[in-house]
T-cell receptor, first 115, second 112 residues
Framework: ETGVTQSPTHLIKTRGQQVTLRCSSQ?????VSWYQQALGQGPQFIFQ???????GRGNFPPRFSGLQFPNYSSELNVNALELDDSALYLC??????????????FGSGTQLSVL | SQQGEEDPQALSIQEGENATMNCSYK?????LQWYRQNSGRGLVHLIL?????REKHSGRLRVTLDTSKKSSSLLITASRAADTASYFC????????????FGKGTLLTVNP
């Protein structure tokens, strides 16, 4: 167990809808990163939050947005869902922003299916 | 985009045998990490090797890094059925955000 919890575990939405995924980081961690993992692929970096500010973004459109709260928990919001958004969404926490030689602690993920 | 490419894509061995997985990457790195994923769930960190290190051990795991060839290998010795999982290499290339770039993974099956 990593201490990172994600909810919900599974979600089914239809194209065009909006979704919010939640993540509670491990105690003592102030940085949360979100990754998207399509079936058969490795995780791809969406963005990172450090002390409630977005701190880096991958190659994802603006309809992917996020928040980090004062307790360092985080949300990932996706608007105007597309079929290709179907994937496992992983949240990872770490203790310091930009720290080299830092490992990530992952939650179990939210499996999103867009129909 | 994927930075690393694992090889092979899938590997099937018998319990007790050793398993070797390789990873190649494209750009210079600060460190390279290996993660394990069971049945499409969360990833678990296994081992991290810095760019100035050539070999590292942790229990039954041995990782090597060759920065001149931009490649790494993960060796699991005396494999067990419980080692069955997907294994991913991930690279950190520096920058203000701690972004990891993952490969596509190797699916390891250890048969009892």
């Amino acid at each position: 167990e990593t201490g990172v919890t994600q909810s919900p575990t599974h979600l089914i939405k239809t194209r065009g809808q909006q979704v919010t995924l939640r993540c509670s980081s491990q105690s003592g961690h102030n940085t949360v990163s979100w990754y998207q993992q399509a079936l058969g692929q490795g995780p791809q970096f969406i963005f990172q939050y450090y002390r409630e500010e977005e701190n880096g973004r991958g190659n994802f459109p603006p309809r992917f947005s996020g928040l980090q709260f004062p307790n360092y928990s985080s949300e990932l919001n996706v608007n105007a869902l597309e079929l290709d958004d179907s994937a496992l969404y992983l949240c990872a926490s770490s203790s310091r922003q930009g720290a080299a030689n830092e490992k990530l602690f992952f939650g179990s993920g939210t499996q999103l299916s867009v129909l | 985009s994927q930075q690393g490419e694992e090889d092979p894509q899938a590997l099937s061995i018998q319990e007790g045998e050793n398993a070797t997985m390789n990873c190649s990457y494209k750009t210079s790195i600060n460190n390279l990490q290996w993660y394990r994923q069971n049945s499409g769930r969360g990833l678990v960190h296994l081992i991290l090797i810095r760019s100035n290190e050539r070999e590292k051990h942790s229990g039954r795991l041995r990782v090597t890094l060759d920065t001149s060839k931009k490649s790494s290998s993960l060796l699991i010795t005396a494999s067990r059925a419980a080692d069955t999982a997907s294994y991913f290499c991930a690279t950190y290339s520096g920058g203000s955000n701690y972004k990891l770039t993952f490969g596509k993974g190797t699916l390891l099956t250890v048969n009892p």
